[in-house]
Structure formats: structure tokens, C-alpha cells
């Protein structure tokens, strides 16, 4: 699937970049893993804690309190500055609890958010995990590359 995706994205001249939470780079690890992947990866942000997605992408602290860092907004938000930041075509967040304890009131452990904006569109999914913490992760990282893939638009 990485071999298609970054076919596609070369051929068609689109970039990617992506900006994590949950994964902690383990996303863009994964879709660099090929030779020539600089020809379409714009590059990552890895944002693991509130204050920084407010500082870096400058996302409102006061909000993301309110909502969660887990939430469809989030991981909205999260998408949405990192395009700004790199100015991509594609552009994918992870935010999420990959457990074992729960981050806040609100979320809940396994509970994972994944945004793709696409130059047509933007899709939020929400998954509930019920692995360990490393294979929540993984799943992310695959659902993530799943998204991705199945909505690359020619």
C-alpha cells in the first residue's frame, strides 16, 4: 500500500505531510520507509502534549481543554494547521488515548481520531481500540494509511 500511495502522490505531483499525537512519529516512519518518498513528503510535526499543539500549531489551549485532546476537532485543527504550515495536497492527524490510562475525563482509553484533508475534501473517523498501548498504536498508523490511500483522488 505505501509503493501505491507514494506512486500516486510522485506521478500526480501532490505532496503529504502529516502531524501526530498518538502515533509520536511512528506514521511518518512508516510512509518514509521507501526510497524517494522526498519527492512527495513535505515533512511531520509531532505534537504530543496540549501546550505544544497550542504553541506550535497554535490551536486554542482553552478549546482543546474544553473538548479534549482526543476529539474530532482536535484532530480537525491538527490537520488543518499543518497544511498551513507545509502547504500540502494531503495532510493526515493522529490524536488519540493509546492507553493503558485514560487521559482525561472526557476521552476514553483506545479512543483515536484520524483527520485527512485531501485537496477535494476532509474526512475525520473516530476508532475504538481495545489493544496495548504499542498495538493501539500500530492500528492507528495502519487506519491512518488506510485513509489515506483510499482517498487519493486523480
Known amino acids: 500500500m505505501i509503493n501505491e500511495i507514494q506512486h500516486f502522490l510522485i506521478e500526480n505531483n501532490k505532496t503529504l ?3 501526530e499525537s498518538i502515533t509520536g512519529g511512528a506514521l511518518s516512519s512508516k510512509l518514509i520507509s521507501k526510497a524517494g518518498s522526498s519527492n512527495f513528503f513535505q515533512g511531520s510535526v509531532v505534537v504530543y502534549n ?3 499543539k497550542s504553541k506550535i500549531l497554535g490551536i ?3 478549546k482543546i481543554k474544553e473538548v479534549s485532546a482526543v476529539s474530532e476537532w482536535t484532530a480537525y485543527e491538527m490537520a488543518k494547521s499543518t497544511k498551513k504550515i507545509f502547504s500540502s495536497d494531503y495532510v493526515i492527524s493522529t490524536t488519540g488515548n493509546a ?3 485514560k487521559y482525561d475525563e472526557i476521552s476514553k482509553t483506545g479512543q483515536v481520531f484520524i483527520t485527512l484533508i485531501t485537496p477535494n ?3 475525520t473517523k473516530e476508532y475504538f481500540l481495545d489493544g496495548d498501548r504499542l498495538e493501539n ?3 492507528t498508523v495502519d487506519f491512518s494509511i488506510n485513509l ?4 487519493l483522488s486523480i
Open 121 to 123: 475534501k476532509s474526512i
Open 60 to 62: 486554542d489551549i482553552n
Open 137 to 139: 498504536i500500530k492500528k
Open 148 to 151: 489515506l490511500h483510499k482517498n
Open 50 to 52: 496540549d501546550e505544544i
Open 17 to 19: 505531510s502529516v502531524c
Open 99 to 101: 492507553g493503558p490510562e
